[in-house]
């Protein structure tokens, strides 16, 4: 029984052609398990497979313009639009939305409890020079801590400042490690933060903070037919209710946008 | 991680692993013996497969991704993300690692097989025929190398194989996902299972060297 098993997996494995549609998403997205919800009631509806990549925002839009990938799923609205001017990306159907947060340790060094914008903690992060880890791989999360700074009028440097190279959830590892703080969407300081003891310092409902999902078409795949019988499956109601389902000790860690997008610029419609 | 997708995810590395250490093996292995037979293969031969011994396996997987991807020079094979993309980028990484360990094993013996074909009458083309069968103890130790090499690689194997699930997953790009999701128990048995796994192949290369 089990060595048939064996045999029979092993057939699978050798007829190896990729015959699925490939979507390139985000670490965040991936990791918080929200694909493994919604594809197989999409994959049960049309018997198309998917296979997910999980990378960086900015990987995820390298692979759509080499056409490596037939549809993406990313949360970057510059590099979106940019990617949508340029022909890289089509048709934007904005999925879903969380909030980034700002975690740090419970001891909360730089004292950024209770402040009164995310601007502001950042402010006093750098002002004490507390150990702070950044992304650093230009991923959507990376993308939006740059642009924080920014708007902070900081420019982060030095020793306090430090960059992982990794994903979300590792990255989260690291700040926990090191006693820093660090920029986390929901889902994965949930999941993975929480469980290694940071905790959420900034949570405010400061417009900053939205991280909207986009699911975008790649023109010009072999795949463009089922890419976009996902664009419709992800337009549907049951496919909302997927996402707005998701929830870790009753905290949802999306809601659905259902197309309609919220941040200027975004591309949506 | 369910047993069923462990089983899977475990096979499918033994194969792609196994699959690339043959691969290098068909060239690698007279590499080795002819090298030996040409006196080490001089320096500069030497020195080019001893280097080849710290290729990174990150660049060879970005080589492979440029040549593989849609817009590359082989795109439209449609190998990029599949297994068969893994088990190139490893022939790639095992290969010096086989020739190196064959040729070292084989450079001591040259002259007491050359002798010996030669005291029998042979002529020097038996020679290189004769060192392979010489050899072949040392084969085992080239082929546990290089399948080691090939089984515990992570970079090409995501650059390559883009780690899908129930795809081109294997045992250390499922280390990767279950570490950074924070499963850290479900990683740490996946290490252990690649040990295992490298340990089984090991002693059977071990078994078959006895025989």
């Known amino acids: ?269 | 991680m369910e047993a069923a997708e462990l089983w899977e995810i475990a096979l499918r590395s033994l194969w792609v692993a196994g699959l690339a250490t043959l691969l290098a093996a068909l060239p690698a292995v007279p590499l080795g013996l002819w090298l030996a037979l040409k006196g080490g293969g001089g320096f500069f031969g030497r020195a080019l497969l001893y280097a080849g011994l710290a290729l990174p396996s990150v660049v060879v997987g970005l080589f492979f991704y440029l040549l593989l991807s849609r817009s590359g020079p082989l795109g439209s094979l449609g190998l990029l993300y599949t297994p068969y993309a893994m088990v190139l980028a490893e022939a790639v990484l095992a290969f010096p690692l086989i020739a190196a360990f064959v040729l070292s094993g084989a450079r001591g013996r040259v002259e007491e097989v050359r002798l010996l074909v030669r005291s029998l009458g042979g002529r020097e083309g038996q020679v290189l025929p004769t060192l392979f069968w010489e050899s072949r103890r040392t084969l085992a130790a080239a082929l546990a190398a290089g399948f080691g090499g090939a089984i515990s690689e992570v970079g090409a194997a995501t650059l390559v194989g883009g780690d899908i699930r129930h795809h081109t997953r294997v045992l250390t790009t499922a280390i990767v996902v279950e570490t950074r999701k924070g499963e850290l128990e479900s990683a740490l048995a996946l290490g252990f299972i690649l040990l295992g796994v490298a340990l089984l192949v090991t002693a059977l290369l071990i078994i078959l060297e006895r025989e």
């Open chain 1, 1 to 269: 029984m089990g060595s048939m098993r064996a045999i029979f997996l092993l057939a699978a494995c050798l007829s190896g052609q990729a015959l699925g549609l490939r979507l390139a998403t985000t670490t965040s997205v991936y990791d918080s398990g929200l694909l493994d919800r919604v594809l197989p009631a999409f994959e049960r509806a049309t018997g198309v497979r998917v296979e997910v990549l999980a990378v960086g925002t900015g990987q995820a839009l390298r692979l759509a313009e080499r056409k490596d990938v037939d549809a993406v799923l990313v949360h970057a609205p510059e590099l979106e639009g940019e990617a949508l001017r340029r022909g890289v990306l089509a048709e934007p159907f904005c999925l879903a939305q969380n909030r980034f947060l700002l975690v740090g340790p419970k001891g909360d060094p730089a004292r950024v409890r209770g402040v009164g914008g995310i601007l502001e903690a950042l402010r006093r992060i750098a002002r004490a020079q507390a150990p702070f880890v950044s992304r650093g791989d230009r991923s959507g999360t990376h993308l939006k801590e740059l642009a924080l700074w920014r708007a902070a009028g900081l420019t982060p440097r030095g020793g306090w400042y430090l960059e992982s190279g990794a994903g979300m959830g590792q990255t989260l590892v690291l700040a926990a490690e090191k006693g820093a703080y660090t920029l986390s969407d929901l889902a994965t300081h949930l999941t993975v933060g929480r469980k290694r003891g940071l905790v959420a310092l900034y949570a405010g409902e400061d417009p900053l903070l939205l991280n909207p999902y986009t699911y975008y078409l790649v023109p010009g795949g072999p795949k463009a037919k089922e890419a976009a019988a996902l664009r419709r499956f992800l337009a549907t109601e049951e496919a909302a209710r997927l996402v707005a389902g998701l929830k870790v000790e009753g905290q949802a860690l999306f809601q659905p946008l259902r197309g309609r997008c919220i941040i200027p610029g975004s591309g949506g419609r």
